[in-house]
């Protein structure tokens, strides 16, 4: 559920004026400082950071209220009409989840009305089964403040992580972390990782059993392979499996740069994306050479699905990082 968010306009651009803008605007001494508000402050210091979009609810304050306090440092001279400086988006820390800034209640309930965060906590709560203690409140709000995703990040994360059977909001804490460290920081980000994840556990599973590997640590020649065929290339199990069956048929073993070889040229051709395609190219590359087309019986059994006992997280996480070294 992807929450709506509050359209401000400001009736003026506004910019920091010149020999004022820096980490922290020069008001040591200056009047407008020891006037201001409490709200006047929180607008200012949301304006330094992230212009005026969104700056009422940002700030914790009604659009007029915010219009108000910016027409405040303009008149004191520390914002002047102008085009605004959009600031620079401050980095992201990989943390670990145990280094979370814990909240206190009082910040928390700020959070959760500035953030208006009520109806993502109930749908959170609905997914999970239970209604949040103190700790999971925070944990929720620590969530989408510190590490600056959208409520539909967390409430998507749940919804997997409950699939994986990993049911519990301490356990999407410690993944949120994990993912944004790894870059995946927005909902569509997080909507492809899921899907690519997926889909290549249930692929390591088959090619394990097609392979005859068992539960054994990959080598690193099959972890390369695997990786390059379900992550990079996103080719389907069934692909893979024709290449297999071709192989074995025509050596006599199993041959990972043999399979490669295959699949290269098919990739190449265009004809990887599903079985039929490529089974269509076989035939007509065998019929050019005089060949008899073998028909689907001629194939090897349908290949079984993943075996339930294996754990594929570590390959993953590995393969996901050699894919996004390659994006770099």
């Not at 010149?18 to 008001?27: A, E, S």
Request: aromatic letters at 6%.
């Amino acid at each position: 559920m992807v929450m709506k968010q509050e359209k401000t306009e400001i009736a003026t651009p506004l910019k920091v004026s010149d020999g004022v803008r820096g980490t922290v605007p020069r008001l040591a001494g200056k009047i407008a400082l020891r006037e201001a508000s409490a709200d006047d402050l929180r607008v200012l210091l949301v304006f330094l950071e992230r212009g005026a979009e969104h700056i009422a609810r940002d700030a914790g304050v009604s659009p007029a209220r915010a219009q108000a306090a910016l027409d405040y440092w303009r008149d004191a001279g520390i914002l002047t009409d102008g085009e605004t400086v959009p600031a620079e988006p401050a980095p992201k820390k990989a943390l670990p989840a145990d280094e979370l800034i814990p909240m206190t209640g009082k910040e928390t309930a700020e959070i959760i009305r500035r953030r208006d965060l009520s109806g993502a906590i109930d749908e959170a709560q609905r997914l999970l089964g239970k209604t949040f203690n103190t700790t999971e409140l925070r944990t929720f709000a620590e969530l989408v403040e510190q590490l600056q995703v959208e409520p539909a990040y967390v409430l998507t994360l749940i919804s997997w992580c409950i699939r994986r059977g990993k049911g519990t909001l301490y356990y999407v804490r410690g993944t949120a972390v994990s993912l944004v460290s790894e870059g995946i920081e927005t909902l569509s980000q997080l909507e492809d990782y899921i899907s690519r994840r997926e889909a290549a556990e249930s692929g390591v599973g088959q090619l394990r059993k097609m392979f005859g590997i068992g539960d054994r640590a990959l080598t690193k020649t099959e972890e390369k392979r695997f990786t390059e065929w379900l992550v990079d290339d996103g080719l389907p199990v069934e692909v893979i499996g024709i290449a297999y069956d071709i192989t074995v048929n025509n050596t006599g073993r199993v041959s990972l740069a043999y399979i490669d070889k295959l699949i290269k040229v098919w990739r190449d051709a265009g004809c990887a994306g599903s079985a039929e395609e490529v089974e269509r190219y076989v035939e007509r590359e065998r019929a050019e050479r005089g060949q008899s087309a073998v028909g689907k019986a001629a194939r090897g059994p349908k290949h079984d699905a993943i075996p339930s006992t294996y754990n594929v997280d570590d390959f993953f996480a590995r393969a996901l990082e050699r894919s996004y070294k390659k994006k770099q």
